[in-house]
Structure formats: C-alpha cells, structure tokens
Antibody, heavy 117, light 110 residues
C-alpha cells in the first residue's frame, strides 16, 4: 500500500526554525514527484512546491519562493519542508502529496504547525 | 499564479445532480488535459475523485464525473448523497509554475 506519513504537530514561537517530514512507503520513492500543500485555517489548498527525490529537482510556487525550503533524502524515502524563521502567518496545516502524472493520488495525513508567542 | 475560479457553494437535495465549475485560462485548464478534482471532508486530507479531466480512480463512485470545455472544467455529482457533503477543489497543471488549485466549492446536501 502506498503511504505518506508525516511528522507530528508542532508548536513554535515566531523567529524559530522548523523542519517537518514526509516519509513514503509502498513504492519507489525516488521516482515520483512529491508536493507540499498549505491549508490555512478555514481556507483553501495552495501549492507550495514540488521535488523529484531522485535528483532533488525542486520547483517553487512564486508565493513561496524564498519563504521555505523543500528537500528530500531518497536514501530514507523522506521529503522535508523547512522554515528558517517562522512567522505567525505560517500557522497552517501542511500536506505532502505524491504526484502521479499531473494529479495527486496519495496524500499525507497532514502536519499542523502553530506559530504563537 | 492566481487560483482557478470555482463557485463558493453549491447545494442540492438527495438524489439530485449538481455541477460545479473550475475556470482558468489557456496556460492551465485550457492548455492541458490535466485537471483533477479532490473531495475534502472537515478535518481530513483531500481525496482524489477525478483525474485527467474525466477519469475516475479505482474505488471512486461512478456518480462522480468530469468534463472540460475550453478554459472551464466541471465536476458533476449525480444521485447526491449525504456523504457527498464536503469541499471540492479542482487542480490543473500550468505552464507558469507547476500546478494551481481552484478556490474551492462547498457542497451542501439539503
């Protein structure tokens, strides 16, 4: 069974750094694009960017370029999303997702990030 | 890249058919047969219900169907059921970035 399992909820203070993870199983992790999607409270889905784990080719949506870093370690089937200095406005649910051609066939369970002083 | 435009809400009675639209432009919806649709219940991760405009993944009810005309894609739910009450998002590949979601449509079963 194809699965993406994300790291647990985080509570952070403004200015702190954070790295959340997404571990794939049940398929060849390196050969499928992984995307990160933000959902702010009560709002819609937003693409943040995608990464191809085999060669770490990464593409960011313009709104998130320079705001976050997406990375992957294919040796441990894990993708990452990180912030160097969190803001309160970064509070949201973050999903990782596996791309099959142009659609998402598998979603992680989501990681809730709360940034509050 | 602006989000694709969807109606904020659509409602229908059990057994009825409803449709919702997803409007973009020639660089996304109109330029590729890569529109997908996702159902999201409150507090849950989204679930794929339509891919490549009109294809249903295994296990998805045949009450869900998709189509596209020009720069607008549509999702139709026939035989509406209480369990269909959820938020629905379209998504398209785009030449400008990579992908773009729609603004989302809340489906209410009356």
């Amino acid at each position: 069974e194809v699965q993406l399992v994300q790291s647990g909820a985080e509570v952070k203070k403004p200015g702190e750094s954070l790295k959340i993870s997404c571990k794939g199983s049940g398929y060849t992790f390196a050969n499928y694009w992984i995307g990160w999607v933000r959902q702010m409270p009560g709002k819609g889905l937003e693409w943040m960017g995608i990464i191809y784990p085999d060669d770490s080719d990464t593409r960011y949506s313009p709104s998130f370029q320079g705001q976050v870093t997406i990375s992957a370690d294919k040796s441990i089937n894990t993708a990452y999303l990180q912030w160097s200095s969190l803001k309160a406005s970064d509070s949201a649910m973050f999903y990782c997702a596996r791309l099959l051609a142009a659609s998402i066939d598998t979603w992680g369970q989501g990681t809730l990030v709360t940034v509050s002083s | 890249q602006s989000a694709l435009t969807q109606p904020a809400s659509v409602s229908g009675s059990p057994g009825q058919s409803i449709s919702m639209s997803c409007t973009g432009g020639s660089s996304d919806v109109g330029g590729y047969n890569s529109v997908s649709w996702y159902q999201q219940h409150p507090g849950k991760a989204p679930k794929l219900v339509i891919y490549d405009v009109s294809n249903r993944p295994s296990g998805v009810s045949n009450r869900f169907s998709g189509s596209k005309s020009g720069n607008t894609a549509s999702l139709t739910i026939s035989g509406l059921q209480a369990e269909d009450e959820a938020d629905y998002y379209c998504n398209s590949y785009t030449s400008n970035t990579t992908h773009v979601f729609g603004t989302g449509t809340k489906v209410t079963v009356l």
